[in-house]
């Protein structure tokens, strides 16, 4: 952990300070969350700004750990650029929380209008300001090939979660088939009596985060670069179906706990095809026990 952290620092300061300021606030709206009694669309007023914090925070150690990956210190202008952009996101939804309004989807009042405007846009600059971070690491030939390959597919399938997002506004919520607000998961929310395009957004987003660790993993346990790399591109596959699917099946205003026989069988052909994958993986009989 002191490596990632130095790692992070050293790559990309802004987005490290960024992570360490929203895993602050994320402590601060979680112990507002327990004195303030306040609802907004059904659940507890400051649940989402804790979500936001502790996703950014997340996001910012991840992108800030990898841009210290690259041979040469590069990006440093778009970090700060998404570092502003999330900053100003968190700000917006912090405040319209202590407003007791919406900070999404909010037509009830022309400021609240103006605001979700200013957060559409800003998250499309995040958007694409993340997509250069994945070209250039596209064509950068990395120190690990496998770790490489990692962060390649964690940021595509990050940048496929993140796009997700933009289906809300056009959707008009994150719910589909049911009003916003119904019954939902516990903190996530999500919805269970339809559709909720918030989870293939969530799963799809922290792919930044799932994939180098596996990579990580594989390579603290001395696997041959050909079998870490084969493990990462099937897991990675895997992911990306996932995500996929989930999406699918929130289009279908279907609940994530209510599959159907279709998604069912999209699940176990995403499972079987990861596993047989990873059942195929080159060089097994050099891994160390």
């Known amino acids: 952990m002191r490596t990632l952290l130095s790692d ?25 969350a327990l004195v303030d009694p306040r609802t907004l669309v059904g659940a507890p007023l400051w649940f989402k700004p804790m979500k936001f914090s502790i996703s950014i925070a997340l ?25 502003a952009g999330l ?8 405040g319209q929380a202590a407003r007791g309004q919406k900070s999404h989807y909010n037509t009830d009042n022309l400021l609240g209008g103006i605001l979700f405007s200013i957060m559409g846009a800003t998250i499309t ?4 300001l993340t997509l250069a971070v994945a070209l250039r690491f596209l064509r ?3 120190r690990d090939r ?10 595509v399938v990050s940048l496929v979660g993140m796009a997700v997002g933009f289906l809300l506004a056009p959707n008009g919520g994150h719910a589909v088939g049911v009003p916003d607000g119904g019954p939902g998961l516990f903190f996530v929310g999500w919805s269970t009596t339809g559709g909720d395009l918030r989870i293939a957004h969530f799963v799809g987003l922290h792919a930044l985060q799932v994939l180098p660790l596996l990579a990580a993993l594989a390579a603290a346990r001395d696997l041959p670069t050909a079998v870490r790399s084969r493990i990462v591109w099937s897991v990675g596959a895997g992911y990306l179906g996932l995500v996929l699917l989930l999406l699918w ?31 195929t993986t080159p060089g097994r009989r050099h891994v160390r026990a």
């Open 249 to 279: 099946q929130a289009l279908r205003a279907q609940p994530l706990l209510a599959p159907d026989g279709a998604t069912l069988v999209a699940l176990s052909v995403i499972v079987l095809g990861t596993g047989a994958g990873l059942a």
């Open 146 to 155: 496998a770790m490489t390959l990692a962060i390649r597919l964690g940021l």
């Open 59 to 83: 996001f910012a150690l991840a992108l800030a750990w990898m841009l210290g990956q690259l041979r040469e210190r590069a990006l440093r202008r778009t970090g700060w650029a998404i570092v």
């Open 8 to 32: 992070a620092r050293r790559g990309h300061a802004g987005l490290y300070w960024l992570a360490a300021g929203m895993a602050a606030l994320a402590v601060v709206t979680a112990g507002l």
């Open 87 to 94: 900053v100003l996101e968190m700000v917006i939804i912090v």
């Open 140 to 142: 950068e030939p990395g």
């Open 125 to 128: 600059v995040v958007w694409f």
